[in-house]
């Protein structure tokens, strides 16, 4: 029996049948309209002249496959960008697209399910399935993530034969010049780097200028086009600013008074900000022959920067500092940053003080965390701090020594036989460090000096953190821990066959630990190769992140572990702060109960900035150094094989520790095979061998500071010249592989 329909005295109106439309979960079309009100017959010719109307009345609008939705409604699937997380949690999102230029574009609620590998972070773009919620908002569930925005373009701007304007891409990845619109061009002068939209699609792309950075001869320019590469937020808005030039220093009042003891801050010659100072002596407890009683004050950032405030939003979008050669882009503003949470000497400052006391051996017996209210006896560099443990003492860490260094170094060897007798891994990577003329340009590029006053500093470091998440730990408090997972088996597998390839043995243990690196690493000491091995060791390690989950931290062979003492530059140390203050009861700007729940969602937003800022440092670095070497093309240098690809040869250089390529079409002439197991390219016929590890000299073909990239030819396997070769390691020499590569 046929379903009974209306008549045409029980049709809806306009407005019901658009707020069916609107509170349906999914698109829909007449189809979908007729059924829900039972509409047959002559009803449907009916409904489709109303439904007509309603989109020439500009309510409604038309889709694919003959679907319709209320008017300014979003599709239901589409690409967001992540705009923020805000106080709740929620990550936030907004179209990509907006075409209502006067309204502001609706808000998009990212649903936020665990999965796998990196969680998307601020600027991330989403392809993502809607569903309207009203009020001009939406749920949203991914489908696929995309990465970062990549609408904007940075090159220079140069000008072509005819004298029209072209963009050349910052982007290595970016092969072909875009041409610039004309009348589009932003008053751009040839050599400039600019910021570019671009407009059109596929053969016919050209681009439009939106904002000048500066010139490339200027080095000020190199740090700011990596920082516009990244999406690095400069701008702090004008409320945090507010916010923090009202803020005034803390008073002693209910904290305890800490200013008799000589805590000492020591950093780096080029620091600006200090936020922890430190302080040991002879523990006097006769139980504890040989211990120490030890000090690390930190800053007392969550007094100023309240849960959910001003600053702390801004705060919590960038998530960390982000350290340049030539600048900072900070997570507070400069009047907290350099002023009220900066540890200066002789001036009082709030703080937030781990007091410990560890044996003779290095482990913590015990610790208590207190509100102060200090004042720094000195600022020290690592040099200084150095040279007088090497009887070097100037006027300043002359009257010091006996008082505050030479303890410092008695608790740091303590603290150093935990570490060793833990079985860390330790390795020392080295960095580079760009050294300015007086004029501000690049005058070299330097491995930068490791001390034992830099693991000083560190072990103390490591000890407030232990302490901290003990603390944490024992009262059942949220704790943002520091997450260092153990190698992948995919990652474990790979670094076996490369070590392998070098003449080294990775153990087949059934649980790994750090100690079997450490075994590997005292191997290579004894060789020419201990860098490559540590480099290898490194590219296999898990990513460390935030997390509130408890999964211990690999590298340094410690259940639980939270970073503490870096609250002015690293948004989880404030939030280990706020959780200290409201468990032990020190005052106000604690933690509060909803931020806790929050906890998940900030983890993995926070370690995705982390990351976006260290590749920023990197791409910064690169560009500082391919500026510094582009007047040396031609030059040789010496290095090693670093990598080994099928397209060609990575080479890190011993000057200045840059890394470069060395592409296969630059390789004598030949096939060759590319090894991925013993990390190599042979020649079939000429037997030439390049591999990992390898010590070779280079020529420095090509240093492009526009995308930091260096190129080169290797003078080995030239001409007669046989340096590198060898006899084919493949166990089947003479069989050509798919990977070959023939080139003349």
């Given at each position: 029996?046929?379903?009974?329909?209306?008549?045409?005295?029980?049709?809806?109106?306009?407005?019901?049948?658009?707020?069916?439309?609107?509170?349906?979960?999914?698109?829909?079309?007449?189809?979908?309209?007729?059924?829900?009100?039972?509409?047959?017959?002559?009803?449907?010719?009916?409904?489709?002249?109303?439904?007509?109307?309603?989109?020439?009345?500009?309510?409604?609008?038309?889709?694919?496959?003959?679907?319709?939705?209320?008017?300014?409604r979003l599709p239901e699937v589409t690409v967001i960008r992540i705009s923020y997380i805000d106080e709740d949690g929620e990550v936030v999102a907004h179209p990509i697209s907006w075409q209502d230029e006067d309204g502001d574009p609706p808000t998009i609620y990212l649903a936020t399910a665990r999965r796998r590998g990196p969680a998307p972070g601020i600027g991330d773009r989403v392809l993502a399935r809607l569903s309207f919620t009203g009020d001009d908002t939406y749920d949203a569930r991914a489908i696929k993530f995309l990465g970062p925005d990549m609408r904007q373009l940075l090159g220079v701007f140069e000008r072509d034969d005819r004298g029209k304007g072209i963009l050349r891409p910052a982007d290595r990845r970016q092969k072909y010049p875009y041409p610039v619109m004309p009348g589009h061009e932003g008053g751009a002068q040839p050599g400039e780097y600019v910021v570019a939209e671009p407009l059109g699609s596929g053969r016919n792309q050209k681009a439009r200028v939106i904002e000048l950075i500066g010139n490339v001869d200027d080095p000020k320019s190199i740090s700011l086009v990596a920082i516009h590469t990244h999406g690095l937020p400069v701008?702090?808005?004008?409320?945090?600013?507010?916010q923090a030039e009202r803020a005034e220093p803390a008073e002693l009042d209910e904290r305890?008074?800490?200013?008799?003891?000589?805590?000492?801050?020591?950093?780096?010659?080029?620091?600006?900000?200090?936020?922890?100072?430190?302080?040991?002596?002879?523990?006097?407890?006769?139980?504890?022959?040989?211990?120490?009683?030890?000090?690390?004050?930190?800053?007392?950032?969550?007094?100023?920067?309240?849960?959910?405030?001003?600053?702390?939003?801004?705060?919590?979008?960038?998530?960390?500092?982000?350290?340049?050669?030539?600048?900072?882009?900070?997570?507070?503003?400069?009047?907290?940053?350099?002023?009220?949470?900066?540890?200066?000497?002789?001036?009082?400052?709030?703080?937030?003080?781990?007091?410990?006391?560890?044996?003779?051996?290095?482990?913590?017996?015990?610790?208590?965390?207190?509100?102060?209210?200090?004042?720094?006896?000195?600022?020290?560099?690592?040099?200084?701090?150095?040279?007088?443990?090497?009887?070097?003492?100037?006027?300043?860490?002359?009257?010091?020594?006996?008082?505050?260094?030479?303890?410092?170094?008695?608790?740091?060897?303590?603290?150093?036989?935990?570490?060793?007798?833990?079985?860390?891994?330790?390795l020392d990577i080295p960095e580079r460090q760009v050294l300015f003329r007086e004029d501000g340009w690049i005058d070299r590029i330097v491995p930068r000096a490791r001390y034992d006053s830099h693991r000083l500093?560190?072990?103390?470091?490591?000890?407030?953190?232990?302490?901290?998440?003990?603390?944490?730990?024992?009262?059942?408090?949220?704790?943002?821990?520091?997450?260092?997972?153990q190698p992948s088996m995919g990652d474990v597998e790979t670094l076996r066959e490369s070590l392998a390839a070098l003449g080294f043995k990775l153990a087949r243990a059934g649980t790994l630990r750090p100690s079997h690196f450490a075994g590997l690493l005292a191997q290579a000491a004894k060789t020419e190769k201990l860098q490559i091995v540590s480099d290898l060791i490194?590219?296999?390690q898990s990513k460390a992140v935030y997390s509130p989950d408890e999964k211990g931290h690999f590298g340094l062979a410690l259940r639980r572990y939270c970073h503490f003492t870096s609250p002015i530059r690293r948004y989880a140390d404030l939030l280990v702060h706020r959780a200290l203050i409201r468990t032990m009861k020190l005052g106000d700007g604690g933690l509060p109960n909803e931020a806790e729940e929050t906890f998940v969602e900030v983890g993995e937003q926070i370690s995705a900035t982390e990351r976006r800022a260290a590749a920023a440092e990197r791409n910064a670095l690169d560009r500082f150094t391919s500026a510094?070497?582009?007047?040396?093309?031609?030059?040789?240098?010496?290095?090693?094989?670093?990598?080994?690809?099928?397209?060609?040869?990575?080479?890190?250089?011993?000057?200045?520790?840059?890394?470069?390529?060395?592409?296969?079409?630059?390789?004598?002439?030949?096939?060759?095979?590319?090894?991925e197991t013993l990390q190599s390219l042979t020649g079939d016929q000429s037997g030439l061998v390049f591999s990992l590890g390898q010590s070779v000299k280079a020529e420095l073909l090509e240093a492009e500071p526009r995308t930091g990239s260096l190129i080169f030819s290797l003078l080995e396997g030239r001409g007669n010249s046989r340096s590198v070769a060898s006899k084919p390691t493949s166990r089947h020499p003479g069989k050509r592989s798919k990977r070959r590569r023939r080139h003349g």
């Open positions: 029996m046929p379903r009974r329909t209306t008549t045409s005295q029980e049709r809806p109106t306009k407005e019901q049948i658009l707020d069916y439309i609107e509170t349906s979960t999914g698109r829909v079309g007449k189809r979908e309209i007729a059924r829900a009100f039972r509409l047959g017959g002559p009803d449907r010719i009916w409904l489709k002249s109303v439904l007509k109307e309603l989109e020439q009345e500009g309510q409604l609008e038309r889709h694919r496959g003959r679907k319709v939705s209320r008017a300014g701008e702090f808005p004008p409320e945090a600013l507010a305890e008074d800490l200013r008799s003891i000589p805590l000492v801050t020591i950093d780096g010659a080029d620091a600006r900000d200090f936020d922890d100072a430190v302080f040991a002596e002879p523990d006097l407890d006769g139980q504890n022959e040989g211990g120490w009683r030890i000090i690390v004050a930190i800053a007392d950032v969550a007094w100023y920067v309240r849960h959910n405030d001003d600053l702390d939003r801004a705060a919590r979008e960038r998530g960390n500092s982000a350290y340049f050669p030539d600048r900072v882009v900070p997570m507070l503003p400069e009047k907290l940053s350099n002023d009220l949470c900066s540890l200066r000497p002789g001036e009082d400052r709030a703080c937030l003080a781990a007091d410990m006391r560890i044996n003779a051996t290095g482990n913590l017996l015990s610790h208590r965390f207190t509100r102060g209210l200090m004042r720094s006896a000195a600022r020290l560099t690592y040099d200084q701090v150095q040279a007088a443990r090497d009887s070097a003492t100037d006027d300043k860490t002359r009257p010091l020594m006996a008082r505050v260094i030479e303890p410092l170094f008695g608790a740091y060897a303590s603290l150093a036989k935990a570490r060793d007798n833990r079985g860390t891994l330790d500093i560190e072990e103390f470091m490591i000890a407030a953190n232990v302490a901290a998440a003990e603390a944490l730990h024992a009262k059942k408090a949220p704790v943002m821990y520091r997450v260092h997972e490194l590219r296999a510094y070497l582009a007047d040396r093309v031609g030059s040789t240098f010496s290095g090693r094989i670093s990598g080994v690809t099928r397209f060609g040869l990575f080479i890190c250089l011993d000057e200045t520790g840059a890394d470069g390529f060395v592409p296969i079409r630059t390789l004598p002439w030949d096939h060759y095979h590319h090894d």
